[in-house]
């Protein structure tokens, strides 16, 4: 009986192997220089129940592209696995980093390789990248080594137990694969797949791909099977024979070559009378029969086979003896004996011979058993050498004992999934950790590492537990520190600014180290500078300015100390104080290193100072602060929200200076980039107003209102403070439009706000702009003339020449005598021409052309003018009205 046969030997399977090898044939044609009759199948997807032959596919796909020469790197998911992050990814590239030095895999991982190498199972000492950060390094990897080594061909089997972190992963990159030489192929048990892999699910269709489905052989295929596994034999096959085996096992190809192996060991006839024994033997090949005919084989092996099926794939024998309570000896008499019975495969390392084997073994166990097992595989594996995030998955399923060694590991293997960029792993980790518990004096501390794991995707559960930590026993002062920033972080992430504010006053009040509180104050003061209902600002404001005014006299500056001058710098800026006092704190803020990508400190305040800079007609230095800003978040591998967040403002930089093609590229990038982060979250309300507004100004009205529309641009909004203020740009696309009773409303209601918060500031915000030109569209000049008098007493104060210019245009657009209009319209002009605001002064200078048309005051040279600085900006929609005038003429 030649039962390889049955598995070497695919029937009906012909399309499905067509279409493996003529992508593999493709990837290898590509290299050749051969041009493809179309476009490339560089997705394949292979789908079916369990037994079907999906790794058979996918052996026949490995088999094709080695005898092409091409770089294959395989792995496959394991049920047991499926808690462990990256367990995939590092299967994959793991024979590579293997059999590479140091030197090796630091090529191979390249400028990512302190991002990377903790999530590919290499020790590093670096920060917590975000898990997009750890997606984008794996991108580079892998093209890189696709063009370095390949053409590259990954192969992921059983991905319906990949873990997250993998399938999030490959799915993102499968995106990628139709442009560069590789090809990925993977096979899933479509019923099996978990409810959280939407876009892994959806993966096929994303990419235009059709997947192969697998069905059951029909009677025939089985038939000829059947025949063909005893051919050797020289003994006849009943035709009755072999529909009965069709019958029995529903044509699934790994249940007909078993019950066939099986039959003929037994020394069943193949003859039609057979079909009684042949579904008894049936029924030990799989469930409770399975499990009986495993018991019969005796202590030693019933022992092996769990321990193997609680390690998981890929077994090293010695491991399983130890987990198996085994001696040396009676592990490889108990290993033999499993393979004659066609439950386990290998010699050094052990598998079952199909992973329904496995998971019929691992259920057959009692909880309390797969506990112990669990358990004795845990500290296995650690003394083993292996890592404690390979334990970790274990001590997940063991009972809370109040083991602090336990507690231990499961906090080391949390930090280890953190540096790997995998929160929601460490989040399971430190959950487990505290269920144990923990010891009395570290509970607090675990508590706060448990916060720490899931601020970034679930800030609601992180301030419950962050409450909790701040309620136990024993909490160091410093520690007190700690988890109060955090939990005012989760708080603001929430969208309760006020309840982040005062919880850092509270501490500070609380706390008798001069230290503590002023870092605590710098937290209280951030989260009420971006409170858009807070109460109390002009206090606030004044206490800001005296303690800001105090470290500047006493030449502070500590990190917290100038945190301080920062804010200050920004609430300058949008009060609309004089340019020069914004300037000066933005200046001593910077007088030492202001981290981006500050792991204790955060982002907000670095942003604050450059865009004081922007605000302030500094455009220069506001953009060298964000590129180098930029360039930090690449570095740390922050390149989720805070990435999104840089490339956003930056466009916002650039539409302030008037280069809005240049503004429209880097927003459209933000916007991208906050895509992948969410809807809903503070980032994405940044980038998606930013665009509007600059697409507004280009004169893309349709695409603006398009955008507005796709993402709900309207209230309720953010109760964080938003720049632009996403009220106030939709009141002007609005404006844009011409429907100025809904632009009157949504423009009140934005002056309304932020007069009640003090931030008067026309630069910073230009909502009485437009708030004039919409009562000036619906024929109330009166109220419209006061806005443009009042817009431009703020701008004088501030002081810099691109708020005074823009608010002399504005003033302007409602002057009624024509003399008066031109003589302002000509004054804006000569401002605009000293500021950093081309745009405006495109603005300007078109209206300027305009004005002195109806004055009958030769306006060609002016509408010319006019044109070229729009052009020059990008300002299409202006370019065009300017030329469209000007040839009228």
């Known amino acids: 009986m030649n039962w390889e046969v049955g598995v070497q030997g695919l ?47 996918l052996a026949e796909v490995r088999r094709a592209a080695e005898a092409a020469g091409l770089l294959v790197l395989a792995t496959r998911g394991g049920e047991q696995e499926q808690g462990s992050a990256f367990h995939v990814v590092r299967g994959l590239l793991r024979l590579l980093l293997e059999s590479a030095g140091e030197e090796g895999r630091r090529e191979l991982l390249g400028a990512w390789y302190d991002i990377v190498a903790p999530a590919v199972g290499i020790a590093t000492t670096g920060a917590a990248p975000d898990p997009q950060g750890v997606r984008d390094g794996l991108d580079w990897v892998v093209t890189n080594l696709a063009f370095a080594r390949g053409p590259l061909v990954l192969v992921v089997d059983d991905a319906h137990w990949a873990d997250a972190e993998s399938l ?8 990628r694969v139709a442009d560069l030489p590789v090809l990925l192929v993977v096979a899933y048990r479509p019923d099996e797949l978990p409810d959280w892999a939407d876009a892994f699910r959806s993966m096929a269709g994303d990419n235009g791909v059709r997947p192969l489905g697998l069905a059951a052989l029909t009677p025939e295929a089985v038939d000829a099977l059947v025949r063909r596994m005893y051919a050797e034999s020289g003994r006849r096959v009943e035709d009755g024979f072999a529909r009965e085996i069709w019958a029995v096992t529903g044509g699934n190809p790994f249940e007909t070559v078993e019950l066939v192996a099986k039959a ?86 052990l598998e079952f011979v199909h992973p329904l084997i496995a998971t019929s073994v691992y259920r057959s166990m009692s909880e309390e058993m797969r506990a112990e097992l669990h358990d004795r595989a845990a500290w296995a594996v650690l003394e083993a050498g292996r890592s404690p995030v390979v334990a970790a998955r274990h001590w997940l399923e063991v009972p809370p004992s109040g083991n602090a060694a336990l507690v231990d590991q499961l906090r080391a293997a949390a930090q280890l999934f953190m540096q790997s960029g995998a929160p929601e792993t460490a989040q399971r980790c430190l959950a487990r950790a505290v269920e144990e518990p923990p010891p009395v004096e570290e509970r607090a501390h675990v508590l706060y590492e448990l916060g720490c794991s899931t601020l970034l995707y679930d800030p ?70 971006f409170d858009a209902w807070e109460q109390g600002s002009e206090e606030r404001s004044k206490r800001l300015a005296d303690l800001a005014e105090r470290l500047d006299v006493e030449g502070d500056r500590s990190i917290a100390a100038r945190y301080i001058l920062g804010l200050r710098a920004w609430d300058a800026t949008v009060r609309g104080e004089p340019v020069d006092v914004a300037l000066h704190y933005s200046d001593l803020a910077l007088e030492g290193e202001l981290r981006w ?32 800003g930029i360039a930090e978040y690449e570095e740390a591998g922050w390149r989720g929200a805070h990435l999104a967040f ?28 906050a895509n992948r982060v969410g809807e809903g979250t503070p980032v994405h309300s940044y980038a998606v107003g930013t665009l509007i507004l600059v697409l507004t100004s280009r004169g893309a009205l349709d695409e603006a209102g398009a955008l507005a529309e796709r993402y709900r641009f309207h209230a309720p909004y953010s109760n964080a403070v938003v720049f632009p203020d996403s009220q106030t740009v939709r009141g002007v696309l609005l404006l844009a439009r011409g429907e100025f009773v809904d632009a009157e409303a949504e423009l009140t209601q934005a002056g309304a706000r932020l007069d009640g918060r003090g931030m008067r500031n026309p630069g910073w915000c230009g909502w009485e702009r437009g708030l004039m030109s919409a009562c000036a569209g619906l024929g109330d000049l009166d109220r419209a003339r006061s806005l443009a008098e009042d817009q431009l007493e703020r701008a004088e104060r501030y002081g810099t020449l691109s708020a005074i210019g823009t608010a002399l245009r504005a003033a302007a657009e409602v002057t009624e005598d024509p003399a008066e209009r ?14 950093p605001a081309p745009y405006e002064r495109a603005r300007a200078t078109l209206d300027l052309a305009v004005a002195r048309r109806e004055m009958g005051l030769p306006p060609r040279e002016t509408f010319e003018q006019a044109a070229e600085l729009a052009a020059a900006c990008s300002a299409d929609g202006l370019a065009q009205a300017a030329e469209s005038a000007r040839a009228q003429l």
């Open 11 to 57: 029937l009906e399977r012909d399309t499905e192997l067509a279409a493996v090898r003529a992508a593999v044939a493709e990837l290898a044609g590509a290299v050749a220089g051969d041009a493809p009759d179309a476009a490339p199948d560089r997705l394949i997807v292979v789908t079916g129940a369990a037994g079907l032959g999906k790794t058979s596919v």
């Open 168 to 175: 999030a992963w490959l799915a993102a990159f499968s995106s």
């Open 264 to 349: 003929a060991e037994r020394g069943i006839a193949p003859a039609e009378a057979s079909w009684t024994q042949l579904r008894e033997l049936s029924a030990e090949n799989k469930g409770s029969g399975l499990i009986d005919r495993l018991r019969g084989l005796g202590s030693g092996p019933v022992q092996l086979a769990r321990a193997v099926a609680v390690l998981g794939i890929a077994t090293p024998r010695p491991l399983a003896a130890v987990v198996a309570a085994l001696i040396p000896g009676e592990a490889e008499s108990a290993a033999e004996r499993l393979r004659e019975a066609r439950i386990l495969t290998g010699h050094q390392t």
């Open 460 to 529: 609601a559960a992180t301030a419950g537990q962050l409450r909790t930590a701040l309620e136990q026993p024993v909490v160091p002062e410093r520690l007190r520190e700690e988890i109060s920033v955090r939990l005012a972080q989760s708080l603001a992430h929430s969208n309760n600014l006020a309840d982040a504010a005062s919880t850092m006053a509270e501490e500070a009040l609380r706390t008798d180290s001069a230290e503590i509180r002023l870092k605590l104050l710098v937290w209280n003061f951030m989260w009420c500078a």
């Open 597 to 628: 990508a500050h792991p204790e400190w955060g982002f907000e305040v670095p942003v604050l100072v450059a865009l004081t800079y922007m605000y302030g007609d500094r455009p220069a230095r506001a953009l060298e602060l964000f590129a180098k």
């Open 646 to 673: 840089g490339h956003t403002i930056r466009g916002y930089v650039h539409y302030r200076t008037g280069d809005l093609a240049e503004a429209e590229q880097c927003a459209r990038l933000g916007l991208d980039l």
């Open 822 to 835: 031109v003589a302002r319209l000509e004054t804006a002009v000569q401002v605009l021409e000293r500021a």
